[in-house]
């Protein structure tokens, strides 16, 4: 059974850091482009960022630009989003998708999502 598992999330102060893991099973991500999506409470799913299967290219929505950062271990089958600067409005269900391409919700393989909360 394919499928991918997020881990890392946690409640964290305002300008802290987090980092998500988002780990594959059943099938390899080595040949898979890879992203991060959110949904925060009462909001649609929004693009995050996302990772060309061989590493070359990268997106990034702009709110999060210059403050998060998506790298992948294909040995580990493991994609990775480092948050830096977190601000309260990053409080959202972080989700790792791979098999598609850009910012849009239109992944094959998504995971079930790990809980960010910033807060004071």
């Known amino acids: 059974q394919s499928q991918l598992v997020e881990s890392g999330g946690n409640l964290v102060q305002p300008g802290g850091s987090l980092r998500f893991s988002c780990a594959a099973s059943g099938f390899s991500l080595r040949r898979s482009n890879v992203a991060w999506f959110r949904q925060a409470r009462g909001k649609e799913r929004e693009g995050v960022s996302c990772l060309s299967h061989l590493g070359g290219s990268t997106m990034y929505a702009d709110y999060v630009k210059d403050r998060f950062i998506i790298s992948r271990d294909d040995a580990k089958n493991t994609v990775y989003l480092q948050m830096n600067s977190l601000k309260p409005e990053d409080t959202a269900v972080y989700y790792c998708?791979?098999?598609?391409?850009?910012?849009?919700?239109?992944?094959?393989?998504w995971g079930k999502g790990t809980q960010v909360t910033v807060s004071s």
């Open positions: 998708a791979a098999g598609g391409w850009g910012l849009a919700p239109t992944y094959t393989y």
